[in-house]
């Protein structure tokens, strides 16, 4: 059973910056990506960010310009570097990985981190 281990949340003042750590307890075969969701308190869990293997990113709306994904492929780690933090940033941050367990027919599974708090004071 893979773990994925999040590192890196913590209280912040607005405008303020942290970075997100993500590391995958062993080495995860067929992964197609990893990303980073996040959950507000009473809010849906929302996408926040994610990078397919070979390097492709895609972000949320609200987050672009701010946010930056990044990740190393063989490690299966995977870093969120987010500035001019708002107090609206406030919430769980968990890392996913999506691993491809069958092409014919096509299946994939998400792997879910327990989440870090980041918390944005005003």
């Known amino acids: 059973q893979v773990q994925l281990v999040e590192s890196g949340g913590g209280l912040v003042q607005a405008g303020g910056s942290l970075r997100l750590s993500c590391a995958a307890s062993?080495?995860?075969?067929?992964?197609?990506?990893m990303g980073w969701y996040r959950q507000a308190p009473g809010k849906q869990r929302e996408l926040v960010a994610n990078i397919r293997s070979g390097g492709s990113r895609n972000y949320a709306p609200s987050m672009e310009g701010r946010f930056t994904i990044s990740g190393d492929d063989a490690k299966n780690t995977v870093y969120l570097q987010m500035n001019s933090l708002k107090p609206e940033d406030t919430a769980v941050y968990y890392c996913?990985?999506?691993?491809?367990?069958?092409?014919?027919?096509?299946?994939?599974?998400?792997?879910w981190g327990q989440g870090t708090q980041v918390t944005v004071s005003s």
């Open positions: 996913i990985a999506i691993v491809v367990r069958s092409t014919i027919p096509y299946d994939e599974y998400i792997y």
């Open positions: 062993r080495t995860i075969v067929n992964i197609k990506g």
